[in-house]
């Protein structure tokens, strides 16, 4: 019998300057980001959970201060990601998904920025290219029915890899390294 795959503590580099305390296991990675007080909703939690698929470069939160028609919606980043000494540092791609509970459709968004971006020289045709084709992979991989032109259910989502580390508590009560 195999043992369980164990979690690594790790530090991420949150776009909001935040270093937050999170857990990897093979090729995800889960960390937790304290929402800015802007972001706060009255009676909400503070913290969001954010699962990063290393391999697919793609990030997914489920934000708690989503409120209304996309409550319990999924918000997906493609990202880089970048080890570095102080911890995994998440570069924003411009692409986004809103996935809803059950993901019987889904949202593309900001293919815009992606645009601009690209005309304004912030990324590389090279960066813009790989982009779109983990934008196409991520749809094939966890949006879109099992075969080819189905109309049948789409494939699991979220993805089955963050279960474990979905069901940790708040990474803020033990920071990696303590």
Do not use: N
């Amino acid at each position: 019998m195999t043992a369980p795959p164990t979690a690594e503590d790790v530090w991420v580099l949150h776009r909001t300057g935040q270093r937050c305390p999170g857990r990897r296991i093979g090729e995800v990675v889960a960390y937790d980001a304290r929402l800015l007080p802007e972001y706060q909703v009255a009676g909400r939690p503070t913290v969001d959970r954010s699962f990063l698929l290393l391999d697919q470069g793609v990030q997914l939160t489920r934000p708690v201060a989503f409120e209304g028609a996309v409550e319990g919606w999924w918000y997906v980043d493609l990202v880089e990601v970048e080890p570095t000494e102080d911890g995994l540092v998440v570069r924003d791609l411009y692409v986004d998904f809103l996935v809803p509970p059950g993901a019987d459709r889904y949202h593309v968004l900001d293919l815009d920025e992606l645009a601009d971006a690209l005309c304004q020289g912030k990324i590389t045709a090279a960066q813009c290219a790989t982009v779109l084709g983990r934008t196409q992979r991520f749809i094939d991989r966890h949006l879109r029915a099992s075969e080819k032109d189905s109309v049948g259910p789409p494939h699991r989502f979220p993805p089955a890899d963050i279960a474990v580390l979905e069901s940790l508590p708040c990474f803020f009560e033990r920071s990696p390294g303590t």
